[in-house]
Structure formats: structure tokens, C-alpha cells
């Protein structure tokens, strides 16, 4: 079994200007690790949209990356209200966010299909009421 890499952030949900910082700082990590720059974008893709979401939707929550020999593993959990539909929710433009997040510019309902459109695997566990793990890879190989 190898050993990974491990990264955690605290995302906090207070407001819009913090969000994305954990995936800035998981930028920074890859590089110094020496992963490739295309990786890296994808990477930086999805753990953007998945604090975006977070923040939105869940009041902040917590990202793991886990960076192996051949593959990273960004789980991202949170304790917010859940995805009631998830099938509908990963429909481009389908969104749930309230009139004052898009007025900001955010929300506009595709921070689910990038994250699954910039990773090779996506797995969302959600329970209405209790919160959603969303579980991303990126193969490196």
C-alpha cells in the first residue's frame, strides 16, 4: 500500500473572498511536489468550484487532498443541508443558489459538472439534512 501526501483545509463559509484559498494553497503544494502543470489545473479546477460550493450551499466544511504515486484524492465534506437531487443538481446551469449569491457572479449552476468534467473519477454521498462528501480523483499516470 503507498503512503500519501496529505493537505487538509478548513473551508471557511463566512464569506466569498476566503473561498478558493485552499485550492491556491493545494497549487502551491503540487508544484513544489513536482506534478505536472496540467494536472495541476485540473486540480485547481475542481477544488475551486468544490470550496465555491461550500461556501454557498454549506457554510464552509473541510478538503482533504491525498496525493499518491499515481493518483490525488480531494474529499471535500461538508455539514450543510444536503443535495435532495443529485442527478439534477450535476444538469449544467441547474442551480440553488440564492438571488444574492448570483448577484455576485457565483451560482450560475456549473461548479458540479466541472468538478466532475476536471477529474477522472467523482463519487457525491449526500444526506438531505445532514451533509455531502464529494470524493474527486485525478489519475497521474
Known amino acids: 500500500m503507498d503512503e500519501a501526501v496529505r493537505f487538509h483545509f478548513v473551508v471557511d463559509g463566512e464569506d466569498f473572498t476566503s473561498a478558493g484559498q485552499a485550492s491556491v494553497q493545494v497549487k502551491k503544494n503540487l508544484r513544489r511536489l513536482g506534478i505536472p502543470p496540467e494536472v495541476i489545473r485540473k486540480i485547481s479546477i475542481a477544488m475551486y468550484e468544490g470550496e465555491i460550493n461550500m461556501v ?47 448577484s455576485l457572479g457565483f451560482g450560475a449552476g456549473m461548479g458540479l459538472p466541472n468538478m466532475k468534467r476536471y477529474t477522472d473519477d467523482m463519487k457525491i454521498e449526500s444526506v438531505v439534512g445532514e451533509g455531502t462528501t464529494i470524493t474527486m480523483t485525478v489519475l497521474l499516470a
Open 56 to 102: 454557498i450551499h454549506a457554510d464552509g466544511g473541510e478538503a482533504e487532498v491525498l496525493v499518491y504515486e499515481d493518483r490525488i484524492v480531494m474529499i471535500l465534506t461538508d455539514r450543510g443541508p444536503g443535495i435532495a437531487d443529485v442527478e439534477k443538481a450535476m444538469q449544467e446551469g441547474y442551480s440553488t443558489a440564492p438571488d444574492n449569491v448570483r
